[in-house]
């Protein structure tokens, strides 16, 4: 049983230190949680919840995720960050494509804070209320 135990452990923390992050979900979180002093941020802020080994379940958009998508149109702004995920994170190149994604972003989030949400004025209103699925206020 220790054995057992042992080798469950050793596995548990093999896929803690070879877990990797999104490279764009990373960026997108951290630049929303920062803007509106969020808590937390998760994926379904954008992505609808779409039953477990959906194939390609990222693709699968709630209403905000659907704006984003039409205000970031043709950009492809997640195959940009993929594109550069492999080098290092000093890298020049890496830096550079991620400014350039961010300054997208950021760009879209501007025009997405001042259309109007169905519940709390406009979409700027709705995340510093904590109204949109996905995201937590500090308490």
């Known amino acids: 049983m220790k054995k057992f135990r042992f080798a469950t452990w050793c596995c548990l923390v093999a896929m803690v230190l070879n877990t990797t992050v999104v490279s764009a979900q990373g960026i997108f979180r951290t630049e929303v949680k920062n ?16 039953p477990a080994g959906t194939e390609n379940a990222k693709q699968f958009r709630n209403d905000l995720g659907k704006k984003f998508d039409a205000l970031l149109k043709g950009k492809k702004l997640t195959a ?46 709705a995340f510093k209320k904590g109204l949109i699925e996905g995201v937590k206020l500090k308490e």
């Open 80 to 125: 940009q960050l993929a594109a550069v995920k492999e080098l290092d994170r000093e890298d020049s190149k890496r830096m550079a494509v991620e400014a350039a994604v961010l300054k997208e972003f950021c760009a879209a989030l501007d025009k997405l804070e001042a259309t109007k949400h169905p519940e709390a004025g406009t979409y700027k209103d």
């Open 35 to 50: 803007r509106y002093d969020l808590k937390t941020v998760s994926c379904y802020t954008c992505h609808a919840r779409v």
